[in-house]
């Protein structure tokens, strides 16, 4: 049994569709901030590799994460989410699993609530964790209040049928996780995924410690798909 987190404050439960009606305002999520720009046009053609490697259409969950922190792997996964939503007939969830540093309701401009944390913790269901974005087809769940230990919450059982569950209602479920070589997360979440891959902005993290961080991963079990190279423009 995984013990409930240990909150400072508790977190409010989210109504359905309360976000709905917040814009989002970060100017470096290009594909909604100029969607017609060269940054925009190289996650649709991430899009469109992601969509080659599957192509069945399956429910995929994919991780994205990082060799070091700082390299741009939450922005990377939210503009990946927009251009998959694009799709007329495409599903997305975006699911913060940094349970040390969680940052997608910050970057979509929205209050933290409850969320994968207690989700774990059997404290709230699924429909309660998750949450309406103002961009159509697009649902976000964040981390919820950290615990004082989140490999306890993410190596768990329950988080693989979490997952599994979500693919039942989503085309893609994107994971932001920890940087690999900080904490172990990255590599307990990966392992249960469909795919990972790693954002690597360049010159930050040196090429040794991006193919440490891969071998981490693979050494694990994950299913590497490659690199998403960014800060090329």
Do not use: W
């Amino acid at each position: 049994m995984v013990p409930p987190p240990k909150a400072s404050a508790a977190l409010e439960i989210a109504s359905r569709g309360e976000s709905k009606d917040t814009p989002i305002q970060v100017k470096d999520l290009r594909v909604h901030s100029d969607p017609r720009g060269r940054v925009a046009e190289q996650f649709r053609t991430l899009r469109n590799s992601i969509q080659a490697v599957n192509p069945d259409g399956a429910p995929r969950n994919l991780v994205l994460t990082s060799a070091l922190e700082g390299e741009g792997k939450t922005t990377a996964l939210l503009n990946l989410a927009m251009a998959l939503v694009e799709l007329p007939h495409l599903r997305v969830l975006v699911l913060d699993a940094n349970l040390h540093k969680p940052a997608l309701e910050k970057r979509l401009g929205l209050p933290p609530r409850q969320g994968l944390a207690e989700l774990l913790a059997g404290h709230l269901d699924m429909d309660q964790a998750t949450r309406e974005t103002s961009i159509p087809r697009l649902y976000v769940m964040g981390s919820g209040q950290p615990p004082a230990n989140p490999s306890q919450f993410l190596g768990t059982d329950r988080m693989g049928s979490v997952l599994e569950t979500l693919k039942r209602t989503f085309d893609y479920v994107l994971i932001d996780t920890p940087a690999v070589l900080d904490f172990n997360d990255a590599s307990l979440v990966a392992r249960l995924a469909d795919g990972v891959m790693i954002a690597v902005r360049l010159g930050m993290a040196p090429k040794y410690l991006v193919e440490q961080a891969a071998g981490v991963l693979e050494g694990l079990g994950a299913n590497l798909l490659g690199t998403c190279v960014l800060g090329a423009e």
